[in-house]
């Protein structure tokens, strides 16, 4: 994991659950959420509530999960946007030739996200939409159940992330 994924589990004091997939995490957090809303599970003192990704992953690794905890009230937004105070983004599932939700000098450019033959090393940027592949989640992920889709909840969230970025970026590779 990332120096800032590390910063933010010891920033909101919860531990590291080691699972492998994005789709299979979200939908632990998802399940975890229904434990929450089932009484099964207290959410101040439950884990699973959060998962943050600031490494690549493409769209087919977040369509279905997303939908899935969507459908029970949770949200998958960009972590680009999360950081950014009122700001919700969602990746675009809109069939493209460019990657809809590129942003210029954001991402560093990596063997999974890159269109380019030979990758720069050390890493770079991508500078040019072209240099990118379409389906790549390039800004970051937060996901979160529907106990945390409230104000306080995205609130205290978006705190946690915030102070953890400011002691260790976001990858965003």
Same mark, same amino acid.
């Given at each position: 994991?990332?120096?800032?994924?590390?910063?933010?589990?010891?920033?909101?004091?919860?531990?590291?659950?080691?699972?492998?997939?994005?789709?299979?995490?979200?939908?632990?957090?998802?399940?975890?959420?229904?434990?929450?809303?089932?009484?099964?599970?207290?959410?101040?003192?439950?884990?699973?509530?959060?998962?943050?990704?600031?490494?690549? #992953?493409?769209?087919?690794? %977040?369509? /279905?999960?997303?939908?899935? @905890?969507? *459908? =029970? !009230?949770?949200?998958?937004?960009?972590?680009?946007?999360?950081?950014?105070?009122?700001?919700?983004?969602?990746?675009?599932?809109?069939?493209?030739?460019?990657?809809?939700?590129?942003?210029?000098?954001?991402?560093?450019?990596?063997?999974?996200?890159?269109?380019?033959?030979?990758?720069?090393?050390?890493?770079?940027?991508?500078?040019? #939409?072209?240099?990118?592949? %379409?389906? /790549?989640?390039?800004?970051? @992920?937060? *996901? =979160? !159940?529907?106990?945390?889709?409230?104000?306080?909840?995205?609130?205290?969230?978006?705190?946690?992330?915030?102070?953890?970025?400011?002691?260790?970026?976001?990858?965003?590779?």
């Amino acid at each position: 994991i990332s120096p800032f994924v590390d910063t933010l589990i010891e920033e909101l004091e919860v531990p590291r659950i080691k699972a492998g997939g994005a789709g299979n995490k979200m939908m632990m957090l998802l399940q975890q959420s229904i434990s929450i809303a089932n009484r099964e599970a207290e959410p101040k003192t439950s884990h699973g509530h959060l998962y943050i990704q600031d490494r690549g #992953v493409s769209r087919w690794d %977040t369509c /279905a999960a997303e939908a899935c @905890l969507e *459908a =029970f !009230g949770g949200q998958l937004l960009k972590l680009t946007e999360f950081l950014d105070e009122n700001q919700d983004g969602y990746y675009s599932y809109l069939a493209s030739q460019t990657n809809l939700d590129f942003i210029p000098d954001t991402a560093n450019l990596t063997k999974y996200n890159s269109n380019l033959q030979d990758i720069p090393s050390p890493a770079q940027k991508a500078q040019d #939409v072209c240099e990118v592949k %379409t389906y /790549a989640n390039l800004c970051g @992920l937060v *996901a =979160f !159940g529907k106990e945390f889709n409230t104000q306080e909840g995205r609130k205290y969230l978006r705190d946690a992330i915030r102070n953890a970025a400011a002691i260790n970026p976001p990858s965003l590779d």
